[in-house]
C-alpha cells in the first residue's frame, strides 16, 4: 500500500460494542478508514473475499467460527493479509494459537488505542 492511501481495515468481533468503540478509534484517525465490520469468523471470511482490507482485527473467542479458525482461512485465501488478533486474555497459549494461524501481532482488548493505532500503522507498512 502507498503511505498517501488510508490504510483500510476490517473489524472482526462478536460484540457491537466493541465493533463500535474500534470503529470510531480507527476512523477518528486521518490515515485509516473502517470498510467493514463482522460479527464472527464465518463473516470475516466471506467479507474478505470482497473487499481485502490491508489490516484485519480479529477478536479470538467468537460463535460460529472463532478468530483463530478465521484467520487460517482468510491466511490461505489471502497470504498477504495483515491481521492483529485480539483478545481480553493474553495467555501464551492463544498467542501462540492466532500466530501460528497466521496472525501479524496480538493486543490485549486493555491495551491503549495507541497501541492499537500504532500496530495498524506498523503493519500495513511491514513490506516497504
Given at each position: 500500500?502507498k503511505?498517501?492511501?488510508?490504510?483500510?481495515?476490517?473489524?472482526v468481533?462478536?460484540?457491537?460494542?466493541?465493533?463500535?468503540?474500534?470503529c470510531?478509534i480507527?476512523?477518528?484517525?486521518?490515515?485509516?478508514v473502517?470498510i467493514?465490520e463482522?460479527?464472527?469468523?464465518?463473516e470475516?471470511?466471506?467479507?474478505c473475499?470482497?473487499?481485502?482490507?490491508?489490516?484485519?482485527?480479529?477478536?479470538?473467542s467468537?460463535?460460529v467460527?472463532?478468530?483463530?479458525?478465521a484467520t487460517?482461512?482468510?491466511?490461505?485465501?489471502?497470504?498477504?493479509?495483515?491481521?492483529i488478533?485480539l483478545?481480553?486474555?493474553?495467555?501464551?497459549?492463544?498467542?501462540?494459537?492466532?500466530?501460528?494461524?497466521?496472525?501479524?501481532?496480538?493486543l490485549?482488548?486493555?491495551?491503549a488505542?495507541?497501541?492499537?493505532c500504532k500496530t495498524?500503522?506498523t503493519i500495513?507498512?511491514a513490506?516497504?
Amino acid at each position: 500500500m502507498k503511505r498517501n492511501e488510508k490504510i483500510t481495515v476490517l473489524l472482526v468481533d462478536d460484540h457491537e460494542m466493541m465493533r463500535q468503540g474500534l470503529c470510531k478509534i480507527v476512523n477518528d484517525q486521518k490515515d485509516m478508514v473502517v470498510i467493514g465490520e463482522a460479527s464472527n469468523g464465518k463473516e470475516a471470511v466471506e467479507l474478505c473475499r470482497t473487499i481485502s482490507p490491508d489490516t484485519i482485527i480479529m477478536d479470538v473467542s467468537m460463535p460460529v467460527m472463532n478468530g483463530i479458525e478465521a484467520t487460517k482461512v482468510i491466511k490461505y485465501q489471502l497470504p498477504n493479509a495483515r491481521i492483529i488478533g485480539l483478545s481480553l486474555h493474553d495467555s501464551t497459549a492463544i498467542i501462540q494459537h492466532m500466530r501460528n494461524a497466521g496472525a501479524t501481532a496480538f493486543l490485549k482488548k486493555d491495551d491503549a488505542f495507541e497501541t492499537l493505532c500504532k500496530t495498524i500503522r506498523t503493519i500495513a507498512f511491514a513490506s516497504e
